[in-house]
C-alpha cells in the first residue's frame, strides 16, 4: 500500500515530532489505564472490605426485634442462591481494658451472632488473625486488629464490656479478626447471639437477619423472593445499605476517567498539530503526487494513515508501559507505600472492557485529529500546491 | 501518424482586482506521436499555465482537450488523475524529487498509484530507466546526494515511469548551468529520437529549442510558428 509506505517515510523523516506525538498518547494511555486499574483495585477492596462481615441482604425491622426469628429463617432456607442466613443482634456498648499502662475504654458495636452459621456462611474463620472461634462457648468476644492495637490488647485478655442497659460482664478476648475495613477492624466486638441477648437484657430475639448470598452481585435479583419470604420484614440489599459510599465511589471514578481522558485529548490534538504541519511542509510534495495522478483520497489516506500509526505506536507502547507498571505493583514492589492506607498491598484490576474502550476511544480521538490535516492537505489543486512557497 | 493531443479553442483567463487577464486565448494546437515541440515565450506570457492546462493540473475556462481521441476537458477528477497517471509525465523546472525517499524510489512512484501494479516489475524497469539516464550506481542515493543535474536526470526516468503518451517538461534547464543542461538535452533528444516519446518542452532556452523537432510561440495567448 502506496500510503502507507510515504505515511512511513514521513514519519522517520520528522523523528522528533512523531516521537512527542507518540509519547503524549503513550502518557494519556498510561495514567488512564494504570489509574483506572488501581481505582478499580481500590472499588474491589472497599467493596469486598465492606462486604467481609456484612450481610449481602439484611432482613431487619427498622428499630424492633424479631422474635421468631427461628421461622423466619426456616422459611428463607428454601431460596436458591442464598449461602447462608446468620441471626444477629446488634447493640452499642462500652469496651473497658485493663492493660500494663493503664484502664482504656472504648465506644464499640456489640454484634451477637450466631457463629456457627457465620462461620459457613461469611467464612469468618478467614479474617482470624490469632484464635479460634468457639461458637458455644459464652464468655469470649472477638475483637478486629485495629482495637486490639489501640487498647494494647492480646488475645486470651480479659475486657469488661458495659451494654446500652448498663449490664456489665467481664469477657475473655478468644479472638483477634482484622477484615481490611477499618470502621469494622476498629470498633466491632464480635460475640455469641446469647451472650449479646444476655448482655442487652432482650431474651431469645434477633435485631436482624443477616443474608449472604453465593454472589453478592444477585442481591437486587433475590430481594423480592426474600421479601416473599419474611412478608412484614424490612429487606435491604448491601447496595441499599452502602448507596453513598457507592455513589462517592462510582463519582470519584467518573471524575478521574473525565479528567485523565483530557490528556489524551491534549495529545490527540499534538498529533493533529504534527500532521497540520506535515501538511504545510508538504505542500509542493502533494503538489508533485497529484502530478503524477495520485488522487485526493490517496493524499487524504496518507494523512490519516500518519496519524494512526503515530496514535497506534502510542497506544502500543502506553499499553505496555501500563502493564509493565501494573505487573510491577503487583509484584508488591511499592506496598510501602501503602501501610497509611490501611492496605497490604496496592489492589490493581484490570477491565478488559475498559482497556477495549480507552484504546477505541483513544483511536477515536487521533482519527478526528487525523482528519482535519488529511482534508486540507488533499483538497489542495495539484496548481495551487505546486505553486506554494 | 497518429493525432495524439488536441487542443481546441482553449481560454484559461484570471480576474486581478477589477481585469480580465486572458492568459490562453483561443489557443489550437494538435501534436502528433513523436512530435517534440518547444513552446517559446517570454517570461509571464502563460507557457507554465498553458503546461498546466495540457497536463490536466488545471482547468481552463472553455475550449477542448483532446488526448488520445479522448476529450478530457469535462472528465471527472477521478479520471483526470487516471489519464494524468497513464498518459502524461512530468520534468519540472525544478527536479521536485520528494526529498525521503531514494533515487529509485522516487523513480517508481506513479507506478505504485496502481493498487495492482508488480512491484518487483517496477523495479526492474526503474532500474533501467536510471541506468538509462547513467545513474545506475544513484539507486539508493536521496535527493540531498545528488548534484541537479543528476536530480533533473531522476525527475526525467521518473516521468518515463508508466510509459507516458506525452512526456510534459516545464523549463526542465532552467535551473542548470550550461554544461549540464547539454546533457538533459540529449537525453530528451535520445528518448524521442530512439523511443518515438511525444515531448512538449516549454522553455526560453534557444539551445533546447533548437534540438527539438518544432518551435512554437506563445504570444498573446495563441501559439504561432514566428517568432
Not at chain 2, 549540464?180 to 530528451?188: A, G, M, P, R
Request: proline letters at 2%.
Amino acid at each position: 500500500m502506496i500510503e502507507l509506505f510515504i505515511a512511513k517515510k514521513h514519519i522517520f523523516e520528522r523523528k522528533k515530532q512523531s516521537i512527542i506525538a507518540m509519547l503524549g498518547i503513550l502518557i494519556g494511555i498510561t495514567v488512564l489505564t494504570v489509574s483506572l486499574a488501581i481505582s478499580n483495585g481500590l472499588n474491589n477492596n472497599m467493596i469486598n472490605s465492606v462486604l467481609s462481615i456484612s450481610p449481602h441482604i439484611l432482613v431487619g425491622t427498622g428499630g424492633n426485634r424479631i422474635d421468631a426469628y427461628a421461622e423466619k429463617i426456616n422459611n428463607l432456607e428454601g431460596i436458591e442462591g442464598l449461602k447462608g442466613i446468620v441471626p444477629k443482634y446488634t447493640s452499642q456498648g462500652i469496651l473497658k481494658a485493663y492493660t500494663d499502662f493503664g484502664v482504656y475504654q472504648l465506644g464499640v458495636q456489640i454484634d451477637g451472632m450466631d457463629l456457627e452459621r457465620a462461620k459457613k456462611a461469611m467464612n469468618l474463620e478467614s479474617y482470624l488473625i490469632a484464635g479460634e472461634i468457639k461458637p458455644t462457648t459464652y464468655n469470649e468476644v472477638l475483637i478486629g486488629s485495629e482495637m486490639v492495637e489501640q487498647l494494647g490488647l492480646k488475645l486470651g485478655d480479659t475486657v469488661e464490656l458495659t451494654s446500652a442497659e448498663n449490664k456489665k460482664m467481664r469477657l475473655k478476648v478468644g479472638g483477634i479478626f482484622r477484615t481490611g475495613f477499618i470502621s469494622y477492624d476498629s470498633a466491632l466486638v464480635i460475640m455469641p447471639l446469647k451472650t449479646a441477648q444476655i448482655i442487652s437484657e432482650v431474651g431469645d430475639v434477633a435485631s436482624s437477619l443477616d443474608i449472604i448470598l453465593n454472589n453478592p452481585y444477585d442481591a437486587n435479583i433475590l430481594r423480592a423472593q426474600v421479601r416473599r419470604a419474611v412478608k412484614d420484614l424490612r429487606v435491604q440489599t448491601w447496595g441499599d445499605i452502602n448507596s453513598n459510599l457507592l455513589r462517592a465511589l462510582a463519582l470519584e471514578k467518573t471524575v478521574m476517567i473525565v479528567l485523565f481522558s483530557l490528556i489524551i485529548v491534549i495529545a490527540g490534538f499534538v498529533i493533529g498539530v504534527v500532521l497540520n504541519t506535515m501538511v504545510r511542509e508538504k505542500t509542493k510534495d502533494i503538489g508533485i503526487l497529484r502530478s503524477m495522478g495520485y488522487s485526493r483520497n490517496n493524499i487524504m489516506r496518507i494523512f490519516i494513515i500518519e496519524g494512526l500509526i503515530l496514535g497506534g505506536t502510542g497506544i502500543i507502547l502506553g499499553m505496555l508501559s501500563s502493564f509493565s507498571i501494573l505487573s510491577l505493583l503487583k509484584l508488591g514492589l511499592f506496598d510501602k507505600l501503602t501501610e497509611i492506607y490501611y492496605l497490604t498491598s496496592i489492589p490493581v484490576r484490570i477491565s478488559s472492557i475498559e482497556v477495549i474502550f480507552i484504546i477505541i476511544a483513544t483511536l477515536s480521538v487521533v482519527l478526528v485529529s487525523s482528519i482535519f490535516p488529511a482534508y486540507r492537505g488533499s483538497k489542495l489543486t495539484p496548481v495551487e500546491a505546486l505553486k506554494y512557497e | 501518424m497518429n493525432k495524439i493531443l488536441e487542443l481546441v479553442n482553449l481560454i484559461k483567463h484570471y480576474k486581478d482586482k477589477n481585469k480580465d487577464l486572458k492568459i490562453i486565448n483561443e489557443l489550437n494546437l494538435e501534436v502528433e506521436e513523436g512530435d517534440f515541440i518547444a513552446i517559446l515565450g517570454k517570461s509571464g506570457s502563460g507557457k507554465s499555465t498553458f503546461l498546466h492546462l495540457l497536463g490536466m493540473l488545471d482547468e481552463a475556462n472553455s475550449g477542448n482537450i483532446i488526448i488520445n481521441g479522448k476529450d478530457v476537458s469535462f472528465l471527472p477528477e477521478k479520471e483526470r488523475d487516471k489519464l494524468r497517471n497513464k498518459f502524461l509525465g512530468f520534468v519540472f523546472q525544478f527536479h521536485y524529487l520528494l526529498p525521503e525517499f531514494t533515487a529509485l524510489e522516487n523513480v517508481m512512484l506513479p507506478a505504485l498509484v496502481d493498487k495492482n501494479a508488480d512491484i518487483e516489475k517496477i523495479k526492474i524497469k526503474a532500474k533501467e530507466l536510471l541506468k538509462s539516464v547513467e545513474l545506475e550506481d544513484r539507486e539508493t542515493h536521496k535527493p540531498s546526494e545528488l548534484s541537479g543535474g543528476e536530480k533533473q536526470r531522476v525527475a526525467i526516468a521518473r516521468a518515463l515511469i508508466n510509459s507516458p503518451k506525452i512526456l510534459l517538461a516545464d523549463e526542465p534547464t532552467g535551473n542548470l548551468d550550461e554544461e549540464t543542461s547539454e546533457v538533459i538535452h540529449k537525453i530528451l533528444r535520445k528518448i524521442n529520437e530512439e523511443k518515438g516519446q511525444t515531448i512538449i518542452v516549454v522553455t526560453h532556452s534557444q539551445e533546447l529549442a533548437s534540438v527539438c523537432k518544432k518551435k512554437l510561440y506563445l504570444k498573446k495567448g495563441k501559439l504561432e510558428d514566428k517568432r
